[in-house]
């Protein structure tokens, strides 16, 4: 089943995609507004990929090109997640000149940046795509980009992950350090999250496994565990809870990942689709 992504509302995305565009035009378009004298003439234009991959983010081009003048026409010839071969165009643009020709880096930027990830998570998701588990991102994301970029990892099938520290308890191997263990921190955690904020672990050993499990970790991850192993953590666990959730997680790789999705965990997290992922080259060329 393909799965939706949500574009981030506007009221989010605009402030940041003004925030580039000020960036990139700093005290003006020098070389556009030296071109022009007056109104400037209307335009058109076409987006080309010029190597296959998978498209994210044309919705947001479109915005960066409103903001700069709410009468460029924008239209979209390709569908996002989908894919599309060097020499395909993925869109048409018209409208006033000097909009089009300031807008095109920033709005170029993301959509190649945001169809590199999505291309590579199509890959790591094409590889379990017969299995039941998931892949879902991380918080390893660019700052200033994290909602884009996870709505990359959406638009490439993947799952997202909690956005932020808000979203969810995750006691990570130096959480659990600092408080000594498994139980006692869990024991400081549960009387303060707010429903339904759920309490994920993150394990090494089956021993802290078991730890989890008896002290009520609605969700256990086996992080850099060896096959076997994660095998017999997963067994562990369906035995004990069945509605416990198991994450696995570690140099999750495109030639690993099904060989850990057939263990029967229910999601992999992997950063590699960001992190790993290349720009997805794509120009604009002026009619």
Known sequence: MKRLAAIPP????????????????????????????????MGQAEWIVKESGSIAGLPIAKRVFHLLNEQV????????????ERGQAIAQISGAM?????????????VMRLSGIATLTRQYVNQIADLPAQLVDTRKTTP???LLEKYATQVGGAVNHRMGL????????????????????????????????????????????????????????????????MQQAVV????????????????????????????????????????????LDISMKMA
């Open 166 to 229: 808000d979203d969810g308890v995750m006691l990570k191997d130096n959480h659990i350090a600092a408080v000594g263990g498994i139980a006692t921190a869990i024991a400081r955690i549960r009387g303060q999250v707010p429903y339904p904020l759920t309490i994920e672990v993150e394990t090494e050993k089956l021993e802290q496994v078991e730890e989890a499990i008896k002290h009520g970790a609605d969700i256990i991850m086996l992080d850099n565990m060896p096959l076997d192993q």
């Open 10 to 41: 506007s009221i989010l995305l605009d402030p940041l995609l003004r925030g580039w565009l000020l960036e990139d035009i700093g005290r003006g378009d020098r070389s556009t507004a030296a071109l022009f004298e007056g109104k400037p003439p």
């Open 236 to 279: 562990m666990i369906r035995q004990t809870n069945s509605r416990i959730k198991i994450e696995a997680s570690g140099n999750i790789t495109l030639e690993t990942i099904r060989a850990v999705a057939q263990t029967g965990v229910d999601y992999i997290s992997s950063s590699a689709p960001i992190t790993r992922s290349t720009w």
């Open 144 to 146: 200033g980009l994290r």
């Open 73 to 84: 026409a924008f239209e979209p010839v390709a569908q996002e997640g989908e894919s599309y």
């Open 98 to 110: 000097d909009a089009l020709l300031t807008g095109e880096r920033v709005a170029l930027n993301l």
